[in-house]
Nanobody, 115 residues
Framework: QVQLVESGGGLVRPGGSLRLSCAAS????????MSWYRQAPGKQRELVAS???????NYADSVKGRFTISRDNAKNTVYLQMTSLNFEDTAVYYC?????????WGQGTQVTVSS
């Protein structure tokens, strides 16, 4: 069982930046594909970015060039650096860990972009 704990969400003005963190328990973190998803009110949960065990990354078109996903296997932590935030980025952001049939979710952290 892997527990994921997100942090770093909050209120930010348009054009601002935030960095989300997701700390994972256990000693197999490096094997997992780690992802960030988000869910805005009334919308389906969507993939924002993912990073594989070898460091390959993938981004949703809506965040390419603005968001950066990274991981620190020594700290069992995955990050999402978000820049140039806009109103459409407002959502609950969830951390996800996948490896073979294992699939874990964090509790989510709220990001609100408002002037």
């Amino acid at each position: 069982q892997v527990q994921l704990v997100e942090s770093g969400g909050g209120l930010v003005r348009p054009g601002g930046s935030l960095r989300l963190s997701c700390a994972a328990s256990g000693n197999t973190f490096s094997h997992y594909v780690m992802s960030w998803y988000r869910q805005a009110p009334g919308k389906q949960r969507e993939l924002v970015a993912s990073i594989e065990s070898d460091g390959n990354t993938n981004y949703a078109d809506s965040v390419k060039g603005r968001f950066t996903i990274s991981r620190d296997n020594a700290k069992n932590t995955v990050y999402l650096q978000m820049t140039s935030l806009n109103f459409e980025d407002t959502a609950v952001y969830y951390c996800n860990a996948k490896w073979w049939i294992s699939n874990y979710w964090g509790q989510g952290t709220q990001v609100t972009v408002s002037s």
